[in-house]
């Protein structure tokens, strides 16, 4: 009996003092919290005050994704018996010079994706990687500040495409305005005399002509947090069927050093690669700008990311 007693005893007694020990830990552990809570509000005030600084300030990040699969025999499918991939990737780099009377800013976008389906079945398709999403963009941006948020401005940006049309068509876009930077890491430029000289084969649809440029991008870094935003907007003082827009997003978050999850996706209306489109069908599906249906372009990528 005295056996049991003293037993349940040491059990209360080692209970208690579980207890009182996982107490102390937990306010231990709240005290150590509210430390490094203090201690990165700290370093990100510093942060801050360096990002501010004049200077040149670089970075990119970039998305990798991609799918390989091979069926035999899957009977299932309309082609049992295929190799199949998907690959693509995504590029964002910028490298921003900042002083005290004038800032420079300069940025590149690449985003290219190939696919393959080969029906093993049919010797006579393709087994190759086709190019389906290609996007590449230059811009570089100088500005003369009339104080921290106005500034007089040039900008020249170029876009076309790399893996089988390059420069057919390409998009050069040069003109002068202002430029408003209303915080540290937003920039809309407003360019009312911009010429957008347009390069291709087929002249009868492209058509250089001046207009109005409106550019808006945001890039931050956040942490283990990239984000860049950028929408491009040219208006025709010709007609509108010379307009475009092109909207792109990159998002990439860092899991374990540098590496991590990213997401991209992009929108873009534009009438006259819309025509030379539908001019390149079997029969034509349109003959001019009046009948042509410009639909919304779009792409979207999901896939690994990794951060310079």
């Known amino acids: 009996m005295k056996k049991i007693v003293l037993t349940a005893a040491l059990l209360f007694v080692a209970t208690v003092s579980f207890?009182?020990?996982?107490?102390?830990?937990?306010?231990?552990?709240?005290?150590?919290?509210?430390?490094?809570?203090?201690?990165?509000?700290?370093?990100?005030?510093?942060?801050a005050k360096l990002d501010a600084m004049p200077g040149w300030k670089k970075g990119a990040f970039g998305t990798i994704g991609g799918t390989i699969s091979s069926f035999d025999n899957w009977y299932a499918q309309g082609s049992p018996n295929n190799?199949?991939?998907?690959?693509?990737?995504?590029?964002?780099?910028?490298?921003?010079?900042?002083?005290?009377?004038?800032?420079?800013?300069?940025?590149?976008?690449?985003?290219?994706?190939?696919?393959?389906?080969?029906?093993?079945?049919?010797?006579?398709?393709?087994?190759?990687?086709e190019g389906t999403t290609d996007v590449f963009t230059i811009t570089s941006l100088y500005g003369r500040k009339l104080n921290e948020k106005f500034a007089i401005s040039g900008l020249a940006e170029y876009r076309t495409t790399i893996l089988n049309n390059f420069n057919n068509p390409g998009y050069l876009?040069?003109?002068?305005?202002?430029?408003?930077?209303?915080?540290?890491?937003?920039?809309?430029?407003?360019?009312?005399?911009?010429?957008?000289f347009v390069f291709a084969d087929n002249n009868d649809v492209f058509e250089s002509s001046l207009g109005a440029k409106i550019v808006a991008d945001y890039t931050k870094k956040i942490g283990a947090i990239n984000f860049k935003s950028n929408l491009s907007m040219f208006q025709s003082y010709k007609s509108s069927d010379?307009?475009?827009?092109?909207?792109?997003?990159?998002?990439?978050?860092?899991?374990?050093?540098?590496?991590?999850?990213?997401?991209?996706?992009?929108?873009?209306?534009?009438?006259?690669?819309?025509?030379?489109?539908?001019?390149?069908?079997?029969?034509?599906?349109?003959?001019?700008?009046?009948?042509?249906?410009?639909?919304?372009?779009?792409?979207?990528?999901?896939g690994l990311n990794y951060a310079f």
């Open 19 to 47: 207890a009182q020990t996982a107490e102390e830990l937990k306010t231990e552990q709240g005290a150590k919290k509210d430390s490094v809570a203090a201690i990165q509000a700290r370093i990100g005030a510093i942060q």
């Open 83 to 129: 190799n199949s991939g998907n690959i693509g990737f995504t590029v964002n780099a910028y490298a921003n010079l900042k002083q005290e009377k004038f800032f420079w800013r300069n940025s590149a976008n690449v985003n290219l994706a190939w696919v393959k389906l080969d029906n093993k079945d049919n010797p006579a398709d393709s087994d190759k990687f």
């Open 173 to 196: 876009d040069l003109g002068v305005g202002a430029t408003w930077t209303p915080i540290e890491d937003l920039i809309v430029v407003i360019h009312p005399l911009n010429y957008n």
């Open 242 to 302: 010379l307009s475009n827009v092109t909207w792109t997003n990159s998002f990439g978050y860092t899991l374990w050093k540098m590496i991590g999850v990213g997401f991209d996706f992009g929108l873009r209306s534009n009438k006259q690669e819309a025509l030379n489109y539908s001019l390149a069908q079997t029969p034509a599906t349109a003959t001019s700008f009046d009948d042509v249906d410009n639909k919304l372009q779009s792409f979207w990528m999901v």
